[in-house]
């Protein structure tokens, strides 16, 4: 079978990368790839709970989208970029998995395919 990751290290909003890169992922699943999305830099901001990004920006809720690729892709958080931005696991929402360096290594080494958004 078919494997890609997308690795999104932008911010959720003010840029079209994260968004991008989810539809990527929805439609790659649709097709029978199987695709997970590693969040990473700045684009760990786009696993943050509660976000309502539809009412004060009138943009589409990012972490309502990351639910569409659950559970036949998974999300990934990349552990460090959390940790420099001072972002706790509770903040993040549930389908969320936490992944170092070592582990994001073997992925990204099983994919056959790696798009960065």
Same mark, same amino acid.
């Given at each position: 079978? *078919?494997?890609?990751?997308?690795?999104i290290?932008?911010?959720?909003? $003010?840029?079209? /990368?994260?968004?991008?890169?989810?539809?990527?992922?929805?439609?790659?699943?649709?097709?029978?790839?199987?695709?997970d &999305?590693?969040?990473?830099?700045? $684009? &760990?901001?786009?696993? +943050?709970?509660?976000?309502?990004?539809?009412?004060? +920006?009138?943009?589409?809720?990012?972490?309502? *989208?990351?639910?569409?690729?659950?559970? /036949?892709?998974?999300?990934? &958080?990349?552990?460090?970029? *959390?940790?420099?931005?001072?972002?706790?696991?509770?903040?993040?929402?549930?389908?969320?998995?936490? +992944? /170092? $360096?070592?582990?994001?290594? /073997?992925?990204?080494?099983?994919?056959?395919?790696i +798009?960065?958004?």
């Amino acid at each position: 079978m *078919l494997s890609s990751l997308i690795i999104i290290d932008k911010a959720p909003y $003010g840029h079209e /990368n994260a968004l991008s890169g989810v539809y990527i992922a929805i439609a790659s699943l649709d097709k029978g790839i199987k695709s997970d &999305v590693l969040l990473m830099g700045d $684009g &760990v901001y786009s696993a +943050i709970k509660n976000q309502i990004a539809e009412k004060t +920006i009138q943009y589409p809720s990012l972490t309502e *989208l990351l639910y569409s690729i659950f559970p /036949n892709g998974t999300l990934y &958080v990349h552990l460090d970029s *959390l940790i420099e931005r001072g972002i706790k696991y509770e903040d993040l929402i549930e389908i969320s998995e936490l +992944i /170092n $360096g070592k582990s994001l290594y /073997n992925l990204s080494k099983s994919k056959n395919h790696i +798009i960065k958004i």
